[in-house]
């Protein structure tokens, strides 16, 4: 079964911490002096209306829809979660338009304009459950009043 993050909408403040401790666990630098707003790419949303607000990321599907519609392999159904094989990604969308809960993006690096450039430089972007961090997902770990829990089963 695929491990997965479970957000509490009752708890949760609307801080977007989760988002900072998403990028900031992300970048190379690991620092948030480091964030730029060009750079800013959360693999979790808080979205925020009147009454609530919660955070949305992927669901790591068994099943996962956008793995299956992948033409080029880059989302692969691993053991535990849909990881990301980047260098596969070729930027097509296919991914976020099978994705029922909205959480896979693709994202282009700034100022590339043209089509043809933006379908080879395309990147997927959705939740890894940070894979590879000792301390599991950083959004877990920095959410303030314990509104995001990983679940294993």
């Known amino acids: 079964m695929h491990r997965f993050i479970l957000a509490d909408a009752q708890k949760c403040i609307g ?3 989760c988002e900072v401790a998403c990028v900031v666990s992300h970048q190379s630098e690991q620092n948030c002096a480091a964030l730029s707003p ?3 790419q959360p693999r979790i949303q ?4 009147a009454q609530v607000s919660v955070p949305v990321m992927c669901r790591q599907c068994e099943d996962a829809p956008c793995a299956a519609v992948c033409p080029t392999g880059a989302l692969i159904n691993d053991a535990d979660s849909v990881q990301i094989a980047a260098e596969r990604c ?5 991914c976020m338009v099978a994705c029922p809960y909205g959480a896979v993006a693709v994202v282009f690096p700034a100022g590339e ?3 043809a450039d933006i379908q080879r430089h395309g990147q997927v972007v959705k939740c890894d459950l940070c894979k590879g961090r ?3 997902p ?5 959410c303030p009043t314990g509104a995001l829990v ?4």
Do not use: H, M, P, Q
């Open 113 to 115: 304009k043209k089509v």
């Open 15 to 17: 801080c977007r911490t």
């Open 38 to 40: 060009a750079g800013f």
């Open 134 to 136: 000792d301390n599991g």
């Open 90 to 94: 070729i930027g097509c969308k296919t």
């Open 46 to 49: 808080v979205v925020k209306t």
């Open 138 to 142: 950083a959004c877990v770990e920095a």
């Open 150 to 153: 990983c679940l294993d089963s």
